[in-house]
Every structure is written in structure tokens, then in C-alpha cells.
């Protein structure tokens, strides 16, 4: 079994604690289910947020999802010009038999820019 990193990103409508969790639930759901994935898989999550959205931690929504015993840490990425806004960023770490070609990395809304190459 290996160590393996997911990423994902998203972006919320508005800087509000309902737009953001929501933009966040949506994102974890879909890496989880294009993953396969079961809490028990998940050994941290990093997330970061964009200064421009402020009102509540993705965290609270991975908790909300159940990710109870998962170690979790919101960050503030820096304020680069020209950079997406009211974007909300992912890495989960996880235990898994899959390759790295195997892991299926998640980018919704706006946040499809930042990887086009996953576009499918």
C-alpha cells in the first residue's frame, strides 16, 4: 500500500459560509466517488481559500461530510495578481493500491482553468 496525493479545486459563488461549504461538499463528494474512496482511506486533507473568501473554513464542510478522525488544515493562499478568485483548493493524502495514473484528481467550476489537461 502507498501514500498518494489527490488534488481538486472549486470555486464558490459568493463569499458567504453557505456558498462556500456547499462549493466545498460538492468538490470531496466527487473526488470521493471518482476515487472509490471510504473515510478510512483519507490520512489528511489540506485545504487553502483564496483572501476573498473568509467567511467560514472548508474544513467545516469535511466535517459535516463525517471526516471525524481525519487531521484537517485550512491555509490562506497568497493574493497573486491575475490568479483565480473565490477559489477553494485541495490535497488529500490517502492509503491505496492505485498508481499514481490510477488517481483521479477533481476540478470543478471555475477551477476547470486551472487544469485543462483533465478536461474530458
Do not use: Q, W
Amino acid at each position: 500500500m502507498s501514500v498518494r496525493a489527490i488534488r481538486g479545486a472549486t470555486t464558490a459563488e459568493e463569499n458567504t459560509r453557505e456558498a462556500i461549504i456547499e462549493a466545498t461538499l460538492e468538490l470531496l463528494k466527487e473526488i470521493e466517488k471518482k476515487n472509490n474512496l471510504e473515510n478510512a482511506d483519507a490520512i489528511s486533507i489540506i485545504f487553502t481559500v483564496t483572501p476573498d473568501l473568509n467567511k467560514v473554513f472548508p474544513a467545516v464542510a469535511a466535517r459535516e461530510m463525517g471526516l471525524t478522525f481525519v487531521p484537517l488544515l485550512d491555509m490562506a493562499a497568497p493574493d497573486i495578481d491575475g490568479s483565480l478568485k473565490k477559489c477553494i483548493r485541495v490535497i488529500i493524502h490517502i492509503n491505496t493500491d492505485k498508481t499514481k495514473e490510477e488517481i483521479n484528481h477533481v476540478y470543478l467550476r471555475g477551477a476547470k482553468v486551472l487544469r485543462p489537461d483533465l478536461a474530458k
